[in-house]
């Protein structure tokens, strides 16, 4: 019998999608995650959650204006969007977000127009540019019914669930990657979304509203809960591939094995997962405490981020056809460091003029329509 040597080469394939993807995943879960938080106050009319729905609603917005701009810019050739419109592909969850996503978009504009309306109305009452251009907005001062805030506010309500399902199922159902592919990862990224959103509000209470204790305390219980259900999923995930039940998680663990990074990085996940929840436990048993809010605040919107940049931009260092890990720095241009401190900054200047601009901070009088 003869023997012959073959030799097998296997491409090493280079990052494929950039930190804007890690921009985009986190701002658009902070988005419709913010939304939900706005359902209590601003469309079940609730006064008790009308100053957290303010705050969310800030949040929503400028979220949702800023989201998009780096999902373009993560396409490499932004202006080739119009290919996703050009040829439809149904069985691509892409091509659904790309239908799905401007026309969310603009009811969470609609939305958060009905509900600043009326306050912009009475600004337009004044002197100065700033009331000329709240006149030119609220396009004059005919009354806008209820109907349409609730309206707009279901319709918004209905493409975020289609955007949470698109978002998560376009990166699940990629076989080729075990630690994508799981039926967790669509609700992990709503759960941390939520822990991300709630810890922003935190955040914006503390600096433009003066430390509302009650949207200090709504937001804190919307950290914890979320927070224990992520526990809960972690450990189903985990169970899923100690029992055999799920074999890509089995490929998962086995990608991971004798790596001491990864497991430094899951040690990290579940010191910050603990400190978060016991800082929010803390905080709710005492009233005094409340007005540090802000820290939880920064540990949320840190476990929101970090936790995607870990699942879109390191798992793709784990090699797919080879044994081992690729290397990847970070680059300091506009597809790196530049793109996510660039991000952030576009973000920053769209709620500094929304801030400008609308007297969000008023209470929802459309609410008591």
């Not at 400190?275 to 540990?299: E, F, P, Y």
């Amino acid at each position: 019998m003869s023997s012959a040597v073959i030799e097998v080469l296997a491409p090493r394939y280079g990052i494929a999608w950039y930190p804007w993807a890690v921009q985009y995943f986190f701002l658009i879960a902070v988005s419709y995650s913010a939304l939900l938080l706005t359902v209590p106050g601003l469309l079940l009319g609730k006064k008790d959650f009308q100053p957290l729905a303010r705050v969310a609603l800030l949040v929503t917005v400028s979220c949702t204006l800023v989201g998009p701009v780096a999902l373009l810019a993560d396409l490499h050739q932004p202006l080739r969007f119009w290919h996703f419109y050009a040829n439809l592909t149904p069985w691509s969850w892409m091509s659904i977000g790309s239908l799905l996503l401007p026309v969310y978009l603009l009811l969470v504009v609609v939305y958060a127009w009905l509900a600043w309306r009326p306050a912009m109305q009475e600004q337009a009452q004044g002197d100065g540019w700033i009331a000329r251009i709240s006149g030119w907005i609220t396009l004059g001062q005919w009354h806008s019914p209820r109907w349409m805030q609730v309206l707009s506010g279901l319709g918004a309500l209905a493409m975020s669930v289609g955007i949470m399902v698109y978002t998560g199922a376009e990166v699940a159902i990629v076989k080729a990657r075990p630690l994508w592919d799981t039926h967790w990862l669509p609700v992990m990224f709503v759960l941390t979304g939520l822990v991300a959103a709630a810890g922003l509000v935190l955040l914006i209470n503390r600096l433009m509203t003066g430390n509302n204790e009650d949207v200090n305390r709504q937001s804190l219980k919307v950290i914890f809960v979320s927070m224990i259900l992520s526990a809960l999923v972690a450990a189903l995930w985990i169970s899923e591939g100690i029992t055999g039940f799920s074999p890509s998680v089995e490929q998962a663990f086995a990608s991971l094995q004798r790596n001491p990074e990864w497991r430094a990085v899951a040690l990290y996940g579940l010191v910050v997962g603990i400190a978060l929840t016991l800082t929010t436990i803390a905080m709710l048993r005492r009233t005094g405490w409340l007005a540090r809010s802000w820290i939880a605040g920064l540990l949320a919107v840190h476990i929101g981020w970090t936790f995607r940049w870990m699942v879109l931009m390191e798992v793709q260092t784990v090699a797919k056809n080879t044994a081992g890990y690729y290397q990847y720095a970070i680059e300091a241009g506009s597809s790196g460091l530049l793109g996510i401190i660039g991000t952030f900054g576009l973000w920053l200047a769209a709620l500094l003029i929304i801030d400008i601009l609308v007297p969000w901070k008023k209470s929802f009088q459309a609410g008591a329509h």
